[in-house]
């Protein structure tokens, strides 16, 4: 019964803003992106620049605890200067704590391209997005944080160019989550992706390049399910890349030791097409 109160209560408070409300005088709400674990995201338009800007609010019922998680959110978006990782605008004082202002992506989700869109992949047009995503992942790297959250849902794909979104969940290498997040938010992670590490991220890319590589697969009639080794046909570059990331073979501890996998993965593909 507490729980179903508690529950009733939250989603009474954590009620999402309409369209047409105005934010600060400057933000008007034009839809409802998301609702996060302690963030909801709308797409608005600025009344100053009439830019379309996407707005994270904290979520009422997480109090305190959603502002400071925002708020580091926030510190982290801004320690990245990527063309290719939506800019933090602005950090807004509110009766709430604050809210943040990032710049919109308009594009689909992975996800929406693969489940929705039924686009496919072959397995030089996966090579290719990989490159184009792991710069963005080394970048995240370089600046010091694990992004953790690498995943279909996060990767938003514009005029033939992939944008890696959500920090939510990104720390910095040294930290520990059990420091951060409050307990409900701590997953049960698959031991590959528990530690702060380069690593972790590039399992989670291993999983974001099997779905990609998936896109392709036609089960014959009658097949039983196999493991992603007995269904897919992969080069064994792919195959060995891909057993890397999962760290059933050497695991990479740097992204640059992935990328300069691929890229030669790719040059093989070239010379024998
Ligand atoms: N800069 C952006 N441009 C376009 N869409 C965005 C942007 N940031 C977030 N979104 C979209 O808004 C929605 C909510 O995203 P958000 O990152 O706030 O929460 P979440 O991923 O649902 O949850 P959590 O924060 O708990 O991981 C998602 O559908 C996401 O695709």
């Known amino acids: 019964m507490f729980a179903w109160l508690r529950n009733t209560y939250q989603s009474w408070i954590d009620y999402p803003k309409q369209p047409g409300d105005i934010l600060s005088g400057r933000y008007r709400i034009l839809s409802l992106l998301g609702m996060g674990s302690y963030g909801l995201t709308y797409l608005c338009q600025d009344g100053q620049s009439g830019q379309e800007v996407a707005v994270k609010l904290p979520r009422p019922s997480k109090r305190a605890k959603a502002v400071q998680l925002l708020?580091?959110?926030?510190?982290?978006?801004?320690?990245?200067?990527h063309p290719y990782i939506p800019k933090l605008l602005e950090r807004v004082k509110h009766?709430?704590?604050?809210?943040l202002v990032m710049e919109y992506i308009s594009g689909r989700t992975l996800?929406?391209?693969?489940?929705?869109?039924?686009?496919?992949?072959?397995?030089r047009e996966c090579i290719v997005y990989m490159l184009e995503l792991m710069e963005r992942v080394m970048h995240v790297h370089e600046r010091g944080y694990i992004h953790r959250d690498i995943r279909i849902p996060n990767v938003l794909y514009?005029?033939?160019?992939?944008?890696?979104?959500?920090?939510?969940?990104?720390?910095?290498v040294g930290e520990r989550q059990e420091d951060v997040f409050t307990e409900a938010m701590l997953d049960k992670r698959a031991p590959e992706r528990?530690?702060?590490?380069v690593y972790s991220d590039l399992y989670d890319v291993g999983h974001l390049m099997l779905f990609m590589l998936y896109s392709s697969y036609e089960p014959q009639p009658d097949q039983p399910p196999g493991?992603?080794?007995e269904e897919l046909k992969l080069s064994p570059s792919v195959?060995?890349?891909?057993?890397?990331?999962?760290?059933?073979?050497?695991?990479?501890?740097h992204s640059r030791q992935f990328i300069l996998e691929l890229e030669e993965a790719l040059q093989q593909m070239e010379a024998n097409p």
């Open 95 to 99: 009766p709430n704590g604050m809210y």
């Open 158 to 172: 514009r005029e033939g160019k992939l944008y890696l979104i959500d920090f939510g969940l990104a720390l910095a």
């Open 111 to 123: 996800e929406d391209l693969i489940f929705e869109e039924e686009r496919s992949f072959s397995e």
């Open 227 to 229: 493991s992603w080794q």
């Open 71 to 81: 708020q580091r959110e926030a510190d982290i978006m801004q320690q990245m200067d």
């Open 194 to 197: 528990q530690d702060v590490a």
């Open 239 to 253: 195959r060995h890349m891909l057993e890397r990331l999962f760290q059933m073979g050497p695991r990479y501890e």
